[in-house]
């Protein structure tokens, strides 16, 4: 038992948090190791995207029905399923479960909290699409692709807008139901959107209503928006006006309906 | 400091009109049985539950309002863990340091606590006792003004404990503020220089462990054939209690008299005592005492 006398003195306050950007960065540091430590992650992020690259590129068994090079149609496609696999599937699984754990509860009490904590999950997310871009892009590149230099920005800005909006809806998702469900559902529509969400091959190659919709879905927009700009330097304006849309609609959806604890 | 402190779960009150203070360079223990509100008070403090009424104010700020200023200031360490499980134990605690501009040595937390044979570990690995240890050294990295924690040595094997408590008493002495809730009575009795006794959201009894202790003694005695104990406690005029079967407890300070009185009244009844026990209240039976005996 103590003795010691009670004491109402103040310690020298000797605590202080590091500054915030360093807090973000710390934070996307942390979460991209995450999400590329784990084996599932690197299969879904990075394996599976370029097994699609290489397949689809180097075969025609398959008929596409494209015209033009093969490649300059599928390497952006590829590159669009691979920011949809980190963005909504990876993140939504990975948050789904930190939020199991009470990680986030934890981390909103530290000096990060909530505000860096979202900064640091799109940071992650960031960080792991350049590495996934350099990779695909590299090998794309080998295979004998030649993007439309001109159109990188553009292209560029689509990628940030549809990782806007799935990284919003993985938390939506993450946020809203038990982590096992998220577990399901993030993989299910990933599936579902890779083959009917024109990701990764053009809307036109659709059946039926599904080549008049995809392109108004985020995932057909982002497919569409990669292809056009890339292929032919043209600017996707309809495709990117789409993008924003969602970015918006999915932001207010999550800021509304999302629980960090 | 909370005063008048209510949070409710939809119909379910789980902390009413609590009132209690923390001061600086003290222990503060909530001991109170599972339910009782205890966690939930805590997050309150931390800002993680907004309070339905009354006020918190946590180093002299508003948890909720002013939890920027406060995230750096306290060290947390939360009942469930909150560490992320597919990382190692050494990169979370470097992570949550690298955090705080001026952060405790890791090297420093992982001497102290033992943690350096299982540093490249996963954290889903680890037994509940290593969790705790790397979670208690999670919430002093920042070098907090206030720690509270839920639960310290829960899963914790009596070495783990006995440095959890060394190191908390430490914190005491450099003027931390310190708060703990536990079920634990050797734990309050150990390390609080003040217990706030906790039960069905509100204070039922606060002081420090002397002071809850204080009051009469008590004799213990083993009877296993059973004791008519109304006409005990008319005998040795005190009040007599069957703590667990055969197990009696006499409510009296264990003078010579009393005992006189005592065994002669066994001896009147031909109840064989087997062990007789003369000693003070314990913390835990002013708990018992407070919130009863059965389960909930």
Known sequence: MSSSEP??????????????????????????????GRSEQVLLALVLPALALVLLSATD???????????????????????????????????????????????????????????GSVGGVVVVQVVQTVLLGGLALGIGWRPAVVAIPAAILAGFLATATFTALALLLAGTLRAEAVLGVANLLFVLLAAGGAVLLPAANLPGPFAAIAPYLPTGALGEALRTSLATGAFPARDLAVLAVWAVLTSLATRRWFRWF | ????????????????????????????????PNGAGKTSTLECLVGLRKPDGGTVRVLDLDPVRDAKALRARTGVMLQDGGLTLGARAGDVLRHIASLYATPRPVEELVERLSLAS?????????????????????????????????EPSAGMDPQSRRVVWDLVSELRSEGVAVLLTTHLMDEAEALADAVVVVDHGTV?????????????????????????????????????????????????AGTPELLATLTAACAAQGAQITSLDVGRRTLEDVFLDLTGRQLR
């Open chain 2, 204 to 252: 039922i009894a606060r002081g420090t462990v002397a002071e809850l202790t204080r009051s009469t003694g008590l004799v213990r005695l083993t009877v296993p054939d059973g004791l008519d104990t109304a006409a005990l406690a008319s005998t040795v005029d005190a009040p007599v209690r069957e703590a667990a079967p055969g197990q009696y407890v006499v409510e009296g």
């Open chain 1, 7 to 36: 004491t109402r003195a103040r310690p020298a306050p000797a605590s202080a948090p590091a500054s915030p950007v360093r807090r973000v960065l710390a934070q996307s540091r942390f979460e991209a190791r995450a999400l590329l």
């Open chain 2, 118 to 150: 299982f540093l490249r570990t996963g954290v889903r690995h680890l037994s509940g006792g290593q969790r705790q240890r790397l979670a208690l050294a999670v919430a002093l990295v920042g070098r907090p003004e206030l720690v509270l924690l839920d």
């Open chain 2, 1 to 32: 400091m909370i005063s008048d402190l209510v949070k409710r779960y939809g119909a379910t009150l789980a902390v009413d009109d609590l009132s209690f203070e923390a001061a600086f360079g003290q222990v503060t223990a909530v001991l109170g």
């Open chain 1, 61 to 119: 068994a398959v008929d596409l029905g494209l015209g033009g090079s093969r490649i300059d149609t599928i390497a952006p496609g590829v590159l669009a399923l691979a920011v949809l696999a980190t963005a909504f599937t990876a993140q939504a699984i990975m948050t789904a479960f930190d939020r199991r754990a009470g990680v986030l509860r934890l981390l909103a009490t530290t000096p990060l909290g909530p505000g860096g904590l979202l900064g």
